[in-house]
Nanobody, 115 residues
Framework: QVQLVESGGGLVQPGGSLRLSCTFS????????VGWYRQAPGNKRELVAV???????SYGESVKGRFTISRDNDKNMIHLQMTSLKPEDTAVYYC?????????WGRGTQVTVSS
């Protein structure tokens, strides 16, 4: 059974930085797409960043230039480096992976940006 476990969430002040991590219970090469989505209360889940086939990266418009997705193939992990955080970045952040017709999600980690 594939499991994705997020870590690194928490409370940060506006303008601050935070790094999220997601650990896969299986080889990351099993997946064509890995990445991050987020969902704020009352909002739909939205794209943050995804990496396709280890080559192409896409970001949501609201995070471009501030967030960076990376992957550690040796450790079967991905990371999300978040900088210049804003209160509107407050949400539950979910790790996701897809491949071979399957889609997997972590349980999410809360990120709160507030002074």
């Amino acid at each position: 059974q594939v499991q994705l476990v997020e870590s690194g969430g928490g409370l940060v002040q506006p303008g601050g930085s935070l790094r999220l991590s997601c650990t896969f219970s299986t080889t990351i090469f099993r997946f064509d797409v890995v990445g991050w989505y987020r969902q704020a209360p009352g909002n739909k889940r939205e794209l943050v960043a995804v990496n396709t086939n280890g080559v192409r990266t896409s970001y949501g418009e609201s995070v471009k230039g501030r967030f960076t997705i990376s992957r550690d193939n040796d450790k079967n992990m991905i990371h999300l480096q978040m900088t210049s955080l804003k209160p509107e970045d407050t949400a539950v952040y979910y790790c996701t992976a897809g491949g071979m017709g399957n889609e997997y999600w972590g349980r999410g980690t809360q990120v709160t940006v507030s002074s």
